[in-house]
């Protein structure tokens, strides 16, 4: 009889032994990532671009942290949401990651029904925060804030910002026509194609990150920003002028929705490490990208404020679905 009890004591074991083991190798898979696999880095607009040429950057100080291959997928389209959409339905292993801008995080799904929601993502870290600038023609006669405001308010509508419908420099646009009591017309276009315009006459303004500026020979009229910029020493702020006015582009790295907490710790960690490189520092001051670095409890409180904030203004312009 003893001898029957310490079988099935040893029975026992061994089988709490095989119902436990799954528990430990996922716990184990979790705490050794990234193992030996690639990571893809879905960057959600095309090559070439300036998302593009960051997320590359990142990629590459991913790569020399983790000491994995991190490998750039650019998934275009739709403004930016069929490659986020394309994240959002990734294994959640840590595998599959993105590097996804404010528009189809925060503005796109306020404009129509997505194969995804803000909820369908863990945040990873915010990377960078890209004040937008409202922008005319370099040797036009819009020079100051003043300049347009008169001319806008002396011929209703009849001036022209160029602007895709829902991104920040749309929304931006809004708010700045809001705070003055402009009319003002919409057409729609990139920044590529509101420079093209405004050479051409067919249209007078754009909200930007200030990068192409100098690449399209354009003027700096006024930050939607917090304080002025060292590299534009002479272009005010909308704050200075008297309207709280603060609208940036932000760009971070998610990860579909449950992905492991200590994955996420250890992608939010290496992201930190990733903003303080030099080298990588030096390359984003070159590109005008300010780092602004934001852990994933930081930057997902963030986004929920931007998103509701973001939606009233969508809502005012009748833009939200």
């Known amino acids: 009889m003893h001898r029957n009890i310490a079988r099935l004591g040893l029975a026992a074991v061994g089988l709490a032994a095989m119902v436990g083991s799954p528990m430990i190798d996922t716990a184990q898979a979790a705490t050794d990532f990234p193992g030996k696999k690639p990571i893809s880095m879905i960057v959600p607009f095309g090559a070439g671009g300036p998302t593009d040429a960051v997320g590359r950057f990142l990629a590459n100080a991913f790569e020399k942290i983790l000491k994995q291959n991190v490998v750039v997928k650019n998934l275009t389209g739709a403004a930016g949401t069929i490659g986020t959409a394309e994240l959002a339905k990734a294994d959640a292993d840590g595998y599959t990651l993105g590097y996804i801008p404010i528009g189809p995080m925060a503005t796109q799904p306020h404009l129509r029904k997505l194969p995804y929601e803000l909820g369908s993502f863990e945040a990873i870290c915010r990377v960078v925060d890209q004040p937008n600038l409202l922008v005319a023609k370099k040797d036009g006669p819009h020079r100051t804030v003043d300049d347009i405001v008169k001319d806008a308010k002396a011929h209703p509508n009849a001036l022209v910002y160029v602007a895709a419908p829902g991104g920040m420099p749309h929304i931006s646009m809004i708010a700045f026509n809001k705070a003055y009591g402009l009319q ?81 710790a250890k992608l939010g960690e290496t992201c930190k490490q990733a903003t303080d490189d030099a080298s990588f520092k030096s390359e984003m001051a070159k590109m005008q990208s300010p780092i602004s670095y934001l852990d994933s409890a930081g930057f997902k409180a963030y986004i929920a404020k931007q998103y509701d904030v973001l939606g009233e203004l969508l809502q005012e312009a009748g833009l939200k679905k």
Not at 215 to 234: C, I, M, N, S, T
């Open 184 to 264: 003002m017309k919409q057409i729609p276009g990139d920044t590529a194609e509101a420079a093209k315009h405004i050479a051409a006459g067919t249209a007078q303004f754009h909200s930007t990150p200030p990068d192409p500026v100098s690449r399209y020979d354009l003027r700096g009229v006024a930050f939607f920003a917090e304080k002025r910029l060292a590299d534009y020493p002479d272009v005010p702020t909308f704050r200075e002028l008297g309207k709280d006015l603060v609208f940036t582009t932000w760009f971070g790295v998610f990860a579909p929705k449950g992905t492991p907490s200590d994955t996420v």
